[in-house]
């Protein structure tokens, strides 16, 4: 691939000059994120944009572009260690899916549900290249490390909409199980898996989500830090597609409260944000799916929240078994997963 910044400001038309802004590296050393800026050149006297020019439509200065270019390492480093060919498969995967997204499903604004456009995506056998909208230029120019109730609401609001509208799309260019942590892309974590009751009820559990009914797509890393915010925080667009695919919708409702909720906070806010969450969905589905039953889809998804929670769990804690998501209320919850499962695996035993 002939990569330079240059060649994707001339194969979009843009005839303006540009800053390059490093947002930031790619996870593993695989490539970087970056925001070009422009100024119209035409516009320009002595360096020095006159009054008069800014009238002239060649005074326009062109959106900024987002530029993700993803260059496969000769050797990826892990935060913790797992730097394995199933990893880097793992992430090749995810960067071809991404292109796919952005080239194929982003192409008609949806307010509801909104994401950036891609622009040009192009993929080599060992290079990506993804370049869409900025996020700021649609009126989403902030991202927030903490969350207060609004905030969380727009989140869950954009999730309820994603998943009401992809209910039954059958798409080929996205994981067949989406979420980076499900159990088929994750045996090394299950099998340094601690917990023994968990592990024994790991293939029931991810058997379960994969079974549950209205099975729609999923965002597969809807945390906090992938939503940007409007400046009043009420309305968030989504980024990052590398784990979109088919699933259960409450995979990406406990990942998101894993991230936008205290672990102290989480048990009296659980209901708070499970309400909000099917509020907007059955709102959701009158717009996207007026022919089902919004009290179906609820009965069937919201006991998965906990069956969703309990498969994170079993990822992270054999990942990483003290991190700061494994905590009281995660144990608690997984715990009563796991002696739900292992009650009926009896009484099926008994028949």
Not at 171 to 190: C, F, I, K, M
């Amino acid at each position: 691939m002939n990569f330079t910044y240059q060649n994707i400001v001339s194969s979009l038309d843009i005839e303006a000059s540009f800053n390059v802004e490093v947002i930031q590296g790619l996870w593993g050393g695989y490539g970087e994120l970056v925001r070009l800026s422009f100024c119209d050149e035409k516009s320009l006297d002595n360096g020095n944009l006159g009054n008069d020019d800014l009238s002239k439509p060649n005074a326009i200065t062109p959106p900024n572009l987002i530029v993700k270019h993803v260059s496969l390492p000769d050797k990826s480093e892990h935060p913790k260690g797992w730097n394995t060919e199933r990893s880097h498969l793992r992430k090749v995967g995810s960067y071809q899916v991404e292109t796919s997204w952005y080239q194929d499903h982003t192409q008609v604004f949806d307010p509801y549900c909104p994401v950036p456009k891609g622009l040009l995506c192009k993929q080599s056998d060992n290079e990506w290249l993804i370049v869409m909208q900025d996020l700021a230029d649609l009126g989403f120019p902030n991202t927030h490390q903490t969350a207060n109730k609004m905030q969380r609401n727009a989140c869950l609001e954009w999730l309820a909409n994603f998943h009401a509208k992809h209910i039954g799309t059958e798409a080929n260019d996205v994981w067949e199980s989406g979420t980076y942590w499900h159990l088929d892309t994750r045996p090394d974590e299950l099998d340094a898996l601690q917990d023994l009751p968990l592990k024994a009820q790991a293939e029931a559990i991810d058997r379960k989500l994969k079974q549950a009914s209205f099975q729609t797509l999923v965002h597969g890393d809807a945390k906090l830090a992938n939503f940007c915010f409007n400046l009043k925080g009420d309305k968030v667009a989504a980024v990052d597609f590398q784990y979109v695919g088919h699933g259960c919708a409450m995979k990406d409702v406990a990942l998101f409260m894993s991230s936008a909720v205290e672990p102290e906070d989480c048990d009296g806010l659980e209901s708070e944000l499970l309400e909000s969450y099917f509020g907007y969905l059955q709102e959701a589905l009158t717009r996207y799916q007026p022919h089902l039953s919004f009290p179906e889809v609820e009965a069937s998804w919201r006991p998965m929240f906990y069956v969703a929670w309990a498969d994170f769990h079993r990822f992270v804690k054999g990942w990483s078994p003290n991190h700061w998501k494994i905590n009281s209320y995660t144990e608690s919850m997984a715990n009563s997963v796991v002696n739900e499962f292992q009650s009926e695996r009896k009484n099926e035993s008994i028949k």
